[in-house]
């Protein structure tokens, strides 16, 4: 089975703050994504990798970046916290069209 | 832009009802879609996905979707529901090409199933 693992299921961090969620994946997968989750508007897609240091932006990258040093890593860095960044962050690879999720990881900024 | 709509924010639905979530999608000329669910505190799963080929798409869990080009739709559909069914649905679509191909999500159809 594929396996998609974030490093944090749950973090509480202060405005302006450095943040980094980390995800890693064992399947040798190219694509690899970043998707937040708020209640009401579905998952967005903040940014998105398909290759090793390559990173493409999303619909919602603002105030977000990423790092891809190696395959199985996919990093997002909230460079300085804010309130609206409290959410729910999921990563994702993806194989032949399907993409396959962690668990999330939520975020609460103060 | 390329997008899915799913019009039913919350639905309830008796068990052993039938069931019956919509999605519609705008432009592409061959949309690649997808259903996803996402049980509470979980990740989201895939349950079923459309490429080419018959419309009617069979999946995971007893759901299947059909596809219908002439009302831009993506219905997903299960004949009896189970309680362990109260989960979210999530329709999708992949778009762009190669390596950057990106799927895009609906915001969501949370189903409650009452006994």
């Known amino acids: 089975d594929v396996k998609v693992t974030q490093s944090s299921r749950y973090l509480v961090k202060r405005t302006g703050e450095k943040v980094f969620l980390e995800c890693v994946q064992d399947?040798?997968?190219?694509?690899m994504f970043w998707y937040r989750q708020d209640p009401g508007l579905g998952l967005r897609l903040i940014y998105f990798?398909?290759?090793?240091?390559?990173?493409e932006k999303g619909d919602i990258p603002e105030g977000y970046s990423v790092s891809r040093e190696k395959k199985e890593r996919f990093s997002l860095i909230l460079e300085s916290a804010s309130t609206n960044q409290t959410s729910m962050y999921l990563c994702?690879?993806?194989?032949?069209?399907?993409?396959?999720f962690g668990e999330g990881s939520r975020l609460t900024v103060l | 832009a390329q997008s899915v709509t799913q019009p039913d924010i919350h639905i309830t639905v008796s068990e052993g009802a039938s069931l019956e979530l919509r999605c519609n999608y705008s432009y592409g000329a061959t949309p690649y879609l997808f259903w996803y669910v996402q049980s509470p505190g979980q990740g989201l799963q895939l349950l079923l996905k459309?490429?080419?080929?018959?419309?009617l798409v069979q999946g995971i869990k007893g759901f299947e979707a059909e596809f219908k080009r002439s009302q831009s739709s993506f219905n997903l559909r299960k004949p009896s529901v189970h309680w362990s069914d109260a989960a979210e649905y999530f329709c999708?679509?992949?778009?762009?090409?190669?390596?950057?191909?990106?799927?895009?999500f609906g915001t969501g159809t949370k189903l409650q199933v009452i006994p």
């Open positions: 459309y490429f080419s080929g018959d419309t």
């Open positions: 999708a679509r992949k778009s762009g090409s190669g390596g950057y191909q990106k799927v895009t």
């Open positions: 990798s398909y290759d090793v240091k390559m990173k």
């Open positions: 399947m040798d997968h190219e694509n």
């Open positions: 994702a690879s993806r194989y032949t069209g399907e993409l396959f």
